[in-house]
């Protein structure tokens, strides 16, 4: 039996109000358990220190949306513990590689342009295309330079509170003013530069895409780009921190998907809390604590405003890609075992990223800018990554072509990637598709690399000459141009027929041509490659006192 009562108890006509009291509360809790979760990664962190100029980068989704109003509440007057970085915002449009028509690309623009208005936050539009124009400098991380230099997060913050107090009460923006306005950037109206980039460009980045055999790859070469271009425009406006809206769920299907593509090696900074791999620019991810469901009701319970952007297109609608796979796997998973989300996420928390970081340029990958994970290349598998067919070779050049030349081949570049890089590269079009910020770096890096190998070889031959002076020198006598290091196929990577070019050592192993022959020889090799080797001795031991050799 049910009772009504005066103060919204029971089944009657008062209970209408009650549950409303009581959503009300449940929603505030809400909140002030997901400010303080936000704040509290922030906080624990310190890195972030007072003043400094951090980039918010917003592709309209539920997640990045959700970080922005984080921010621009944590700046407001009404907050008891305000954030102290100045904050700005980054939207990428990629409408061009999405499906989107000329008409969608503008109206997705006008709705996020309005939506970063309404922050109050300087803001910057930027498109794909512009990655096609990026130097190759952004291929190298920048000098690193403290925050603060010689000053501790404690005693910064302690500084930034004392001048605030200087400045008085009555600052109106609190030590949160905003950098001055940028010609075609500040929330003052729209930018004076063109919309939407010129034609030519959008037909150079379809064709890039076009290309690629894999939506898994597409989407490998979406991120990348997506980050160089945010890199850029960090580097150029002079942030030192970049803001992204990944989620826990978001953490843990990457985390799953980079084993899968052979990245296990980069998860520590693929998924942690920092990334600073690009040096001058840290990468920091403040949500990856939130499961996507919290980030949903938060958006709903005090009406965050988001922009959907369409996924990419593909002809395949049952498991388009990897990443698809591992998120429809995890959520089925997560339906009837609501820990698995937070378990791989976990799992993902106790890796080091102290393995990540290159001693020098040719031990860092081209792309990714990790260290290369080359010191087990017999375990990784690594040999089925250097094949290259003879008609790719016949297109993009002979085998026996110059190093200018062989810097355009596809085989040039493998040895300058880490492993999951190099999966991904297998799948990209053409070198001529390719970005020319990449090609022009990695013909920096494959130029660079005869120097370094001749003051290596003379170093171990205990020769005078080596390095850049002796390869000059050569070069100037007019023996030639040195052998190139990358070639694949019959009579690459044979510099001792090279005359002086050749040093003391023992000779490199036969480079086979690859053909249906080579090729299913080079797999045999993969398969049983160390029985059969130790097999060989053995004969061989046995059979030496009868001059016989197998």
């Known amino acids: 039996m049910c009772e009504a009562a005066g103060d919204g108890g029971g089944c009657g ?6 549950r409303r009291r009581r959503g009300a509360a449940q929603s505030d809790c809400f909140r002030e358990y997901f400010v303080h979760k ?49 904050p700005s915002v980054i939207y990428v449009d990629e409408g061009a590689v999405r499906g989107q028509s000329l008409a969608q690309r503008e109206q997705s623009l006008a709705c996020m342009e309005t939506l970063l208005q309404a922050t109050g936050f300087p803001y910057y539009l930027v498109h794909l295309e512009q990655a096609l124009e990026l130097p190759a400098s952004i291929l190298q991380p920048g000098p690193v330079t403290p925050s603060e230099p010689g000053v501790s ?7 930034f509170i004392q001048q605030e107090r200087q400045k008085g009460n009555g600052d109106k923006d609190s030590g949160t003013s905003l950098p001055g306005p940028v010609s075609g950037e500040s929330p003052e109206g729209p930018p004076a530069a063109p919309r939407l980039p010129p034609a030519a460009l959008t037909q150079e980045l379809l064709k890039l895409f076009e290309a690629v055999q894999t939506l898994t790859a597409k989407e490998e070469l979406l991120q990348m780009l997506r980050i160089h271009l945010i890199l850029q425009t960090a580097r150029t406006k002079g942030y030192t921190k970049v803001m992204t809206g990944e989620t826990c769920t978001r953490v843990a299907v990457k985390l799953l998907t980079n084993l899968a593509l052979g990245r296990g090696a980069f998860l520590a900074v693929d998924t942690g809390f920092k990334d600073n791999r690009h040096g001058d620019v840290m990468v920091v991810r403040p949500l990856r604590e939130y499961m996507a469901k919290e980030i949903a009701f938060y958006n709903h319970f005090f009406n965050v405003p988001t922009v959907i ?6 002809k395949r609608r049952d498991k388009p890609s990897i990443r698809h796979v591992v998120e429809n796997f995890l959520m089925e998973l997560q339906e009837d075992f609501p820990s698995t989300i937070s378990t791989v996420y976990r799992t993902g928390e106790k890796l080091s990223a102290d393995r990540t970081k290159p001693s020098c340029e040719s031990e860092r990958c081209l792309l990714c800018l990790c260290a290369l994970d080359l010191d087990g290349e017999e375990e990784l598998a690594l040999e089925p990554t250097l094949i290259i067919d003879d008609a790719e070779l016949e297109k993009n050049g002979c085998c026996h072509d110059p190093p200018a030349a062989g810097a355009e081949r596809k085989s040039a570049y493998i040895p300058l990637l880490c492993y999951g890089c190099r999966l991904t590269f297998k799948e990209l079009g053409p070198v001529t598709t390719l970005p020319p910020y990449v090609r022009a770096e990695a013909q920096r890096r494959i130029h660079s690399v005869y120097p370094l190998q001749c003051r290596d070889a003379a170093a171990e031959s205990g020769g005078s000459t080596g390095g850049q002076g002796a390869w000059q ?15 694949v196929g019959k009579g690459a990577g044979t510099p001792r027929a090279m005359g002086p070019w050749s040093h003391p050592g023992p000779p490199p192993p036969p480079q086979l041509s690859i053909t249906l022959v080579g090729l299913s020889f080079v797999l045999l090799d993969i398969c049983i490659n160390k029985p059969f080797e130790l097999i060989i001795q053995k004969i061989n031991q046995q059979n030496q006192h009868h001059g016989k050799c197998l």
């Open 13 to 18: 006509a008062d209970m209408g109000p009650a």
């Open 153 to 159: 997060y404690k005693e910064a913050v302690e500084g």
């Open 473 to 487: 020198e050569l070069k100037a006598e007019g023996q030639g141009e040195p052998p190139a290091p990358f070639g």
């Open 309 to 314: 952007a369409p996924p990419l297109p593909t």
């Open 38 to 86: 936000f704040r509290a990664m922030l906080g624990k962190s310190r890195i972030i220190f007072p003043g400094e100029k951090v980039l918010l980068a917003v592709s309209g989704g539920p997640a990045s949306s959700a970080m922005l109003r984080q921010v621009q509440e944590g700046l407001s007057r009404e907050t008891a513990k305000k954030l102290r970085f100045i």
